[in-house]
Structure formats: C-alpha cells, structure tokens
C-alpha cells in the first residue's frame, strides 16, 4: 500500500519587499537572491515536496539559503506571498474537533485558512523547535509551565494529569525533574533544547519541525540533543522536518533530503544518494566542505 503525504508543499514563495513581475514570475532566473529590478529579497521561490508519514525528511543549505523562512512558513509563523500547503490525517477527527485536524482543513490550502484553524493547526498537528529557545520558551516561566502552556492551548484542564505528563516528558529528555519548577533562563543552552523538545512533543504532534536546534551547541551537548531526537522519533514515530546546515545532521538523522540555495530547491534525493553522489556543484562545495 503506497502512503499519503502527510504533507504537501506546493509553489511556496516568500518575498521580503514590495516585489515586482520578475521575482514573481514562476520562470524568471537570476543569480542571488536579491531581485535585479525591485531588489526584493527572495526568502523562497517555488517550493515544492512531499512529506510521509513517520519520514525525517533534511532540509540543508548555507546561511541565507532560505531554509529557516520555509520552516517558519511551515508553522504558519510567517504568511508565504504564494503557495499552498495540504495536511492529511488518518485519525479520527472527533465530535469536539480537537484530535487531528478540524474539519475546515481537510483538503484545503492551509495558507488560506481562517485564524482560529490556523492556531489548531499549530497547537495539535505541528511541534516546533526553534535555534533560540527564546523563540519556543518563555525564559522566565518553569520548565513544567511551559509545557502545560501548550497543552493548556489544545484545551486540557487537568492540572494534575498535564503536570505528571511535563514531568514524564522531562524525563524523557533527560531534564531532571526536580528542576521542573525552574525557569529555562538557569538551563544550559541544551538543556533549553530539550525542553523545547518535551514542549514540542506534549500534544504528540503529527509533524516535528527542528530548526537548526544543535547550532552553537558543545560537540558533546550536539551529540545528546541528536540521541534523544532519533530515539523519540523510533518512539513516537513522528514526521520530521529537519533543518540544518551541519551535514553530520542531516547524515544522522534523514531519509531524505532536499538542497536549498538562494531561497530555490537545487536538489533533492535519498540523504545517501546526496551525500555520497552530489549532482549539483552548489551540493558538492557543500559535502566536501563538510569532509
């Protein structure tokens, strides 16, 4: 039996300016990012691709490349200029439209869906774990209340059951849990990662999305962060979306793995096949650099 995309990204484009017909333009190409006429910056262009059920799927390229605007776009933080994006789930839905997706979104293009399925969207199908914990923690609040924040947001109530299950996620990621009623500011930079971990997963989400998370991390607190997501992905058996420019990820933790340069897809394949017979010289500079 062939399996559905549990999401399908189509044509997704991102301008940062007041854009114009050429960096419009689906079969305009030119050099950079930056548009020759209007000098727009173009973040994405034409983005495309598939993701299935219990997949890694790598997104790698340079700084720049675009590849963090599309993941924000992805979790509905930023508004793509044009483009869609599909979600499919095999559970059931429910009479209360709080498991899975609701309704609104079966079928459509989420980009064009109201606020308010929107926002489920983001607090049920998707988990999101940023490159700065200020972006996915409230610094100041505890480990514990950050993670009943976001269940708290997919409408549970049980105090009692959302705090046991912080402190089981806690453990989890390896946090101790007599430190659950600390604020993340007195966590080390990976500690701050694990928690944004044991958030992203408190709603067992359909699709993780990790941005960059081990980038100025030690070597040996890169090593823990990475451990912990491949053994929760075996676990869980969660889609991911994986971010990075460190290729050691992307080797690590993929199936597949898409390239991107100056906000384009230039190629994409089985991680293997790509690491190990690049077709593109931007890919090639990029593994070898990597060596």
């Keep these: ?66 590849k963090s605007t599309l993941v924000r776009m992805l979790y509905l933080d930023i508004e ?13 839905l429910g009479d209360d439209g709080f498991s899975g997706l609701p309704a609104q979104a079966i079928g459509a293009n989420i980009f064009s869906a109201k606020s308010f399925v929107k926002r489920h969207i983001k607090n049920f199908f998707f ?14 609040v505890t480990a514990g209340g950050n993670i009943v924040e976001r269940m708290l947001m997919a409408n549970n109530r049980d105090i009692k059951k959302m705090r046991a299950r912080a402190s089981y996620l806690l453990g989890k990621t390896e946090i101790p849990v007599e430190r659950m009623d600390e604020p993340p500011k007195n966590f080390s930079g990976g500690m701050q990662q694990r928690v944004q971990i044991a958030k992203a997963i408190s709603n067992e989400p359909a699709i993780l999305l990790l941005d960059e998370v081990t980038t100025g991390l030690d070597v040996s607190v890169q090593a823990k962060v990475l451990d912990l997501i491949r053994t929760l992905q075996n676990e869980i058996k969660v889609s991911m979306l994986v971010v990075s420019h460190d290729l050691g990820v992307i080797r690590l933790l993929t ?13 994409s394949g089985l991680t293997d096949q790509i690491l190990e017979d690049p077709q593109e010289e931007y890919t090639q500079i990029l593994v070898n650099s990597a060596l």
């Design 1 to 66: 039996m062939i399996k559905k995309p549990v999401l399908k990204a189509r044509n997704i484009t991102k301008i940062f300016g007041k854009g114009c017909p050429t960096c419009l333009d689906d079969d305009s190409d030119f050099e950079g990012n930056i548009c020759p006429d209007c000098k727009s910056v173009v973040g994405c262009k034409n983005i495309s691709f598939d993701l299935y059920p219990n997949e890694v799927l790598g997104i790698v390229g340079e700084s720049g490349s675009g």
């Design 80 to 92: 793509p200029t044009k483009g869609e994006m599909f979600l499919e789930f095999d559970g059931d």
């Design 127 to 140: 988990g999101m774990v940023y490159q700065s914990a200020q972006l996915g923690l409230k610094l100041d």
């Design 255 to 267: 199936n597949r793995t898409i390239v991107m340069k100056n906000g384009r897809i230039i190629e």
